[in-house]
Each structure stands twice: as structure tokens, then as C-alpha cells.
């Protein structure tokens, strides 16, 4: 019901930059709230950032100042904006988000987008 498409991964220099968007379209009545995931090769995936409904944010400790999340309601996009990229930084990227749909309160996982930060 609720299509989650990621953009913006790509390869950059330890330093860099990049910006994700997710661009939620459907049926959504309303969201709980957005973030984003990130899995590396061999690790579990793990929670990097996160925005509610009233705007609260949250941040894994390894992103903490360096990556920020935002989000346009109207537009029903999230933003993840990564500066200072490590190589530790390069996975799999993955937008989430719970949305109120018509049959209630959904779970959904976005396709992926590949960062890599490498010299």
C-alpha cells in the first residue's frame, strides 16, 4: 500500500557528503514516523536516524553530528543529510517508516540504496 523509494547513494571520498531522500507515496492517512537503517556487509543492520511525528529525533552515537534527518510532510519525504563520511559509514542505506493507512498502522522498508566512502 505504502511504496518507500530511496535516492541520492553513491560513491564518495572519506569527507564527503551526501544527501538521501525517501519519498513515501500511497494510501498514507498519516505517518508515525520515518528513519533510516543502514547495513553493512556481515553486520546487522542498524538504526542510524529516526524522526517522529512531533519532530523528535534520534541519532546512532556513530552518526551523531555528522548526519542530520529531516523531513517535508506535505511532500511525504525524509532527508538524510551525511557529512564528514567515513568508510565506516559505506552500507546499504534503507528508509522505514510506520504509516497510518487504511487498514491501520503499517510497517515498511524501502528497496535500499548503496553508500560507499572509500578513497
Known amino acids: 500500500q505504502v511504496q518507500l523509494v530511496e535516492s541520492g547513494g553513491g560513491l564518495v571520498q572519506p569527507g564527503g557528503s551526501l544527501r538521501l531522500s525517501c519519498v513515501a507515496s500511497?494510501?498514507?492517512?498519516?505517518?508515525?514516523?520515518m528513519g533510516w537503517y543502514r547495513q553493512a556487509p556481515g553486520k546487522q543492520r542498524e538504526l542510524v536516524a529516526k524522526?517522529?511525528?512531533?519532530?523528535?529525533?534520534n541519532y546512532a552515537d556513530s552518526v551523531k553530528g555528522r548526519f542530520t534527518i529531516s523531513r517535508d510532510n506535505a511532500k511525504n519525504t525524509v532527508y538524510l543529510q551525511m557529512n564528514s563520511l567515513k568508510p565506516e559509514d559505506t552500507a546499504v542505506y534503507y528508509c522505514?517508516?510506520?504509516?497510518?493507512?487504511?487498514?491501520?498502522?503499517?510497517?515498511?522498508w524501502g528497496q535500499g540504496t548503496q553508500v560507499t566512502v572509500s578513497s
Open positions: 522505514n517508516g510506520v504509516f497510518g493507512t487504511n487498514w491501520g498502522l503499517r510497517n515498511y
Open positions: 500511497g494510501s498514507i492517512f498519516s505517518i508515525n514516523y
Open positions: 524522526i517522529t511525528s512531533g519532530g523528535t529525533t
